[in-house]
């Protein structure tokens, strides 16, 4: 069946940092969804991609839809302490989303 | 805030139990996704309503659960006879029939001793 793969797996960093990540599979994806998860709590939709090449921005973030189709890009500019958290790709898969297992940001003191 | 709500957040029982949790998801929303989720891992999808029909079911799902969704409004999940590799977190989410974009509730975190 269809993967996301999520790179990296983990990140740690200065806050003020920008902060990039991507997600790829091996076949071609229609929507790309990025979601943020906090700890025990429910993963919340952050950018919704629908266009190849399509760039969208909310707030810091910025997401990219690769040209390709099998590929999308999460930026984070100005990293500040809230943006800790679980990052997941997700992308439809027949009538349901399948996810990444996830890029872990982690900011340093 | 009328965003998906999950109730409870959080349940520890002994193996062997049945457990039922619930969820009510966005009121303008009929479609409702039901995802288990564990440590390391991103969601995975389980089952999920168009209104009240049962529309598809992942092999994640045993015969040791069932979901309704009976006015096709809120859903139940239930899990007979538990066992430890069920402890995980169960996601619910909605989203409209036109989208792909799924609002998550918190989540019911189960622990199986």
């Known amino acids: 069946g269809q993967q996301l793969n999520q790179s990296p797996q983990s990140m740690f960093i200065q806050e003020g940092e920008d902060v990039s990540m991507n997600c790829t599979s091996s076949?071609?994806?229609?929507?790309w969804l990025w979601y943020k998860q906090d700890p025990g709590e429910g993963p919340v939709l952050l950018i919704a991609?629908?266009?190849?090449?399509e760039l969208t921005s909310n707030g810091r973030l910025t997401a990219q839809f690769g040209i390709t189709r099998k590929d999308s890009f999460l930026n984070i500019s100005a990293s500040i302490p809230s943006d800790v958290g679980i990052y997941f790709c997700?992308?439809?898969?027949?009538?349901?989303?399948?996810f990444g297992k996830g890029t872990r940001l982690h900011i340093l003191p | 805030d009328t965003g998906v709500s999950q109730d409870p957040r959080h349940k520890i029982t002994k193996r062997g139990q049945n457990v039922t949790f619930r969820c009510d998801p966005i009121?303008?929303?009929?479609?409702l996704y039901w995802y288990r989720q564990t440590l390391g891992q991103g969601p995975e999808f389980l089952t999920y309503?168009?209104?009240?029909?049962?529309?598809?079911k992942s092999r994640l799902l045993s015969d040791r659960f069932s979901a309704e969704r009976p006015k096709g409004s809120f859903s139940t999940l239930e899990i007979q006879r538990t066992e430890q590799g069920d402890s995980a977190m169960y996601l619910c989410?909605?989203?409209?029939?036109?989208?792909?974009?799924?609002?998550f509730g918190p989540g019911t975190r189960l622990t199986v001793l």
């Open positions: 309503f168009q209104n009240e029909a049962q529309l598809e």
């Open positions: 076949s071609i994806f229609n929507t």
């Open positions: 009121s303008e929303h009929n479609r």
């Open positions: 991609l629908y266009k190849a090449g």
């Open positions: 989410a909605s989203s409209s029939p036109k989208s792909w974009e799924q609002f």
């Open positions: 997700a992308g439809p898969s027949d009538d349901k989303i399948i």
